[in-house]
């Protein structure tokens, strides 16, 4: 999936595709057989489980909620590989490639803080009412106007993202391997819709955690030999020092003291306040695409532990994501031997050369690109006479060119596997969480009121297909009006923080009321959009968004977010003063201070969520240390 | 995984089995022909071999230790 939708959005990698699209000459990468039966070895297990799993996914309970029987490992594995998907091991590779290691503020204080929040603070809540879902706690917490505004906007995203998404893989399929874009989205779709419909949740849960190992197994390898190659971190230290002439690549926090004194254009106070809080724990506490894999966890420590254990995960994925951007920095060559850099999506698509006779298309839009570039003379000039060889590759595809160096067969389709498997967990991800809220949230809720288990399950199941029919055809119109991208990659950015607000407020304030929890909701989610399109129509309004004028889009997101949060607070909070709470024994199970916790079994230090947590932390804060 | 014969640990085990078994071959041919893919670096590491060892024996282990027994749920 797209992970953390903010990241793919701030780092242009979903709204680079079009160029992507129109630079396709060339596939990276050539399959050889072995290659191929790595690939369809692959497709075989996740449609097998899916047929397997299928005779236990017969209620209800089965069916959405994966019988609420999974182990902390498993529900821990599957929260963080549903936002592993492969345009966030690209987008940030590339990003890395761009920025150093800032983009793993992204891995570390954007989401290891709000994954133990939710673990160790918010799953009680979620857990012990027994909800289906994020917006059936807010039916439970604010009533149904709530939930409806939660669901309907819930689904919406989660359908035209699978669609984007599988846009989007669909391109990178063609890019790296020349693949098929139809083809692609076909054959992917059909096997996600045969899985998930045919096991539910439980079945999507398991093949993302088979999907996580892929993940990791693939990628793994490469960091691994660019380090030997770049002989060692130290070494990879002293050749970016040589060649680019600056240390800033290695520092989280040094050049973040104001928006000009660093690349991403971002500042500590969004990094800390936007990222951190509002964009992390929007994500990772109200977002029910994640929140669901844990709440099917089979008791409440369980449910407590999964986010602890998926946190270690997460704090490990920059190895084989910004470390393989890094390397790309300094290892990756051009034909003729020299340094190869990537450039930007906008230079690669000025200097394509689409027909077959090697002339770039638009020479003079290429020549004016290259003034942009900081590519040597002689290399410019190469590029210029459109001749074989002197491709300009973007940032975006500094880990498929990493793979393509390192990876030699059976290896290389490990590695693509890897990337269609990040591509199909996202998919499926989006897909069962799009049933479930579908199903109980609006289906149940405003069709058809008392119909029978089976039948909701049956709804479910015919609502996967048309769940993945809808995506066929958003991939399809994203195709054909390019435009519509970037305002479906919006969607994320524009709910995520008035539901922070209103499930905040609605977990943590008792005064909080039915009527504030859903005008705060609609409320946020009018600012936070209209704060979008005035943007957008006015590009130079996001100097006052960002507070500064050296902000970069990449500040937008965060800024935004932060705004929309506290409008939708201030709401929340002016509203309740003037309306009537709920008694506080029909808040039980909902809100913190009226709630009766059941009583754990006491276990051995070493089994408890709360010891993991703290060394969660103390690793964390070690490596913001180290690469201050 | 409680509550089913097969857990996902053993599908797992049997991926990474049959990937292991599979990389390994590659790599050996490529070792004993000497006929590495050109645009590779580092094949002299044989990353195929051990990289793919590293599979098997991962797959090997969580087969047998998640292995279907009957009655066991």
Redesign the interface.
């Known amino acids: 999936m797209f992970g953390m939708v903010p990241a793919a959005v701030s780092t242009g990698t979903l709204s680079s595709v079009p160029a992507l699209l129109a630079f396709s000459a060339l596939p990276l990468a050539h399959l050889r057989p072995?290659d191929i039966?790595?690939i369809a070895?692959?497709f075989g297990?996740v449609i097998w489980?899916g047929f397997?799993?299928k005779g236990?996914s017969n209620t209800g309970e089965e069916f959405f909620m994966a019988?609420r029987?999974?182990?902390a490992w498993?529900a821990g594995l599957s929260f963080v590989s549903a936002n592993l998907g492969s345009l966030e091991l690209m987008g940030w590779a590339g990003s890395a490639y761009q920025y150093g290691i800032l983009a793993t503020h992204w891995y570390w204080i954007g989401a290891i803080p709000a994954m133990l929040f939710l673990g160790l603070v918010m799953m009680p809540f979620y857990y012990v009412c027994k909800t289906h879902s994020v917006p059936g706690y807010l039916k439970l917490r604010f009533g149904e106007h709530a939930r409806v505004v939660a669901a309907i906007s819930f689904a919406t995203e989660m359908i035209l993202m699978s669609g984007v998404n599988m846009f989007a893989m669909a391109v990178v399929m063609k890019v790296v391997l020349g693949w098929n874009i139809t083809f692609s989205i076909v054959v992917s779709s059909v096997a996600v819709a045969l899985y998930v419909g045919l096991g539910g949740l439980r079945s999507a849960i398991?093949n993302e955690?088979?999907q996580f190992?892929?993940i990791w197994?693939g990628a793994l390898?490469v960091p691994i030999?660019g380090l030997?190659?770049a002989g060692g971190w130290t070494g990879l230290k002293a050749k970016i020092l040589t060649n680019l002439h600056s240390d800033s690549y290695f520092h989280l926090w040094r050049d973040t003291g104001h928006f000009a004194s660093n690349p991403m254009g971002v500042q500590w106070t969004g990094i800390v306040f936007g990222l951190g809080f509002v964009i992390s724990f929007g994500y990772w506490t109200t977002d029910f695409l994640v929140v669901q894999r844990v709440l099917a966890a089979?008791d409440l420590r369980a449910a407590r532990m999964a986010p602890v254990i998926g946190s270690f995960f997460k704090m490990a994925t920059p190895f084989i994501v910004i470390l393989p951007g890094l390397l790309g920095l300094v290892l990756l060559q051009n034909p003729d031997g020299s340094r190869r850099q990537l450039v930007g999506e906008d230079i690669v698509h000025a200097c394509a050369v689409s027909g077959s006779a090697d002339v770039l298309d638009n020479a003079a839009a290429c020549r004016a690109a290259m003034d942009q570039t900081t590519l040597p003379e002689a290399y410019q000039e190469k590029v210029l006479s459109g001749a074989q060889g002197t491709e300009l590759h973007s940032y975006n595809e500094a880990l498929p060119l990493m793979m393509?160096?390192?990876?030699?067969?059976?290896?290389l389709g490990?590695g693509i596997t890897a990337l269609i498997a990040g591509f199909m967990s996202g998919m499926a991800g989006n897909v069962s969480a799009f049933s479930t809220v579908w199903t109980y949230d609006i289906y149940r809720a405003l069709i058809k009121k008392n119909a029978s288990d089976s039948h909701y399950v049956m709804v479910g199941r015919l609502s996967i297909l048309i769940g993945v029919a809808v995506s066929i055809g958003a991939a399809y119109l994203v195709m054909h009006a390019l435009g519509i991208m970037d305002y479906v990659q919006a969607l994320f950015s524009i709910f995520v923080a008035p539901l922070l607000g209103t499930i905040l407020l609605g977990m943590f304030w008792k005064r909080a009321t039915a009527p504030a929890g859903f005008l705060g909701l609609l409320g946020g989610i009018i600012f936070s959009a209209g704060l979008f399109v005035w943007v957008k129509l006015n590009p130079a309004k996001l100097a006052v968004v960002a507070l500064s004028d050296a902000a970069k889009p990449m500040a937008e997101n965060v800024y935004r977010a932060l705004w929309a949060f506290l409008f939708t607070v201030i709401i929340i909070v002016g509203v309740s003063m003037f309306t009537r709470p709920k008694r506080i024994e029909e808040l039980n199970g909902l809100v913190y201070g009226a709630t009766v916790l059941p009583k754990e079994e006491p276990v051995p230090f070493y089994k408890s969520e709360l010891f993991w947590a703290l060394i969660v932390m103390i690793i964390f804060a070690a490596l913001n240390i180290i690469f201050w | 995984m409680e509550g089913s014969k097969i857990g996902i640990w053993f599908f797992i085990g049997l991926l990474l089995t049959l990937y292991g078994v599979l990389i390994v071959a590659a790599g050996t041919v490529e070792w004993v022909t000497g006929n590495y893919a050109a645009t590779v670096q580092l094949t002299h590491l044989h990353a195929s071999i051990w990289w793919g060892g590293v599979l098997l024996a991962l797959g090997l282990f969580y087969m047998i230790r998640f292995r279907p027994v009957a009655g066991r749920k």
């Not at chain 1, 393509?404 to 290896?411: A, S």
Request: aromatic content about 12%.
């Open positions: 072995l039966a790595v070895i692959y297990m489980i397997y799993l236990q019988g029987e999974m182990t498993i398991f955690v088979l190992i892929l197994g390898l030999l030997v190659q089979h393509v160096r390192y990876l030699g067969p059976g290896l490990l």
